[in-house]
């Protein structure tokens, strides 16, 4: 199972962006029981929560990020999103996506986001 992050790149501040993890190889009724989740971080400093999503459905989100990111999944699809508005120079990271279940802690790797102010 890989978790492969899409999405990144240059973006003026005030500007949107949609990040996209897929989890390549996972069943669809282990994705179904599974939390996902978007890190990000910055070069010498820890990573960070940014969002997640839960098997439930329900999510959380960084205070820094309230009001203007969303977290989504499609069970479906085996699809997490990440749909970033107002973006802010700060938002500038690597973002990770991450998969949490019974026995499972994966990690894909990151996507680069660069907000230009």
């Known amino acids: 199972v890989q978790l492969q992050a899409s999405g990144g790149g240059l973006v003026q501040a005030g500007g949107s962006l949609r990040l996209s993890c897929v989890a390549s190889?996972?069943?669809?009724?282990?994705?179904?029981?599974?939390?996902f989740s978007w890190y990000r971080q910055v070069s010498g400093k820890q990573r960070e929560l940014v969002a997640g999503t839960s098997r439930d459905g329900s999510t959380n989100y960084g205070d820094s990020v309230k009001g203007r990111f969303a977290i989504s999944r499609n069970n479906a699809r085996k699809m997490v999103y990440l749909q970033m508005n107002s973006l802010k120079s700060e938002d500038t990271a690597v973002y990770f996506c991450n998969a949490r279940g019974p026995d499972m802690d994966l990690w894909g790797a990151g996507t680069q986001v660069t907000v230009s102010s």
């Open positions: 190889g996972m069943i669809t009724s282990v994705f179904w029981g599974t939390d």
